[in-house]
């Protein structure tokens, strides 16, 4: 049922996007998401140091791994990945993503790996207060539920579950096309 899904962590985990090469152990894998062209998503791409260094696109946020991972972490959410790419959205706001903030805030303020300071009810729905570690200090992040429609909120999980390993929405599992998104 989850196999779509699955083949795609099974996938980044195992080799070079760019040159196929399998990862063995004691590489670097360099987990990079880039913004996607021509659309508002992000693709995650896993490369080895080489192609990373050689990529010209410029990273939206980044973390180095090492392979393999530890058993127990094969299936796991990349947190570590998903903290930095949420400092970064943080530290540049762009208009049309608060949806992405707040969910991608939600979920990881479920697994606890950022802290809520307060949670607010407002005119609009609530808002969450949270601290999100960065590289030199942590960001206190207001972020207010969008007031978008559940199909987008729908899409920004699916964003996050293919992009992270969170759980994906119920309906992603038969939506979610099974092509190779980067370009
Ligand atoms: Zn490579």
Known sequence: MHSTYKD????????????AKEFAGGDTIVSAVFRAEGQEEFVRRDLCSACFEAAEAEPFS???????????????????????????????????????????????????RIKVL??????????LVVSVPGDEEDAVVETEAPTITPEAVDRVQAQLAELFGFEPPPAAETATPDSPAEA
């Open 118 to 127: 307060e949670t607010r009810r407002t005119a609009g729905g609530e808002t």
């Open 8 to 19: 795609k962590l099974d996938r980044r985990a195992g080799a070079c996007l760019e040159c």
């Open 62 to 112: 980044v973390w180095r791994g090492t392979h393999p991972p530890p058993v127990e972490d094969q299936h796991r959410v990349d947190f570590d990945l998903a903290l930095r790419f949420l400092a970064k959205l943080v530290e540049e706001p762009e208009e049309g993503r608060e949806g992405l903030v707040y969910v991608l805030a939600l979920l990881l303020s479920r697994k606890r």
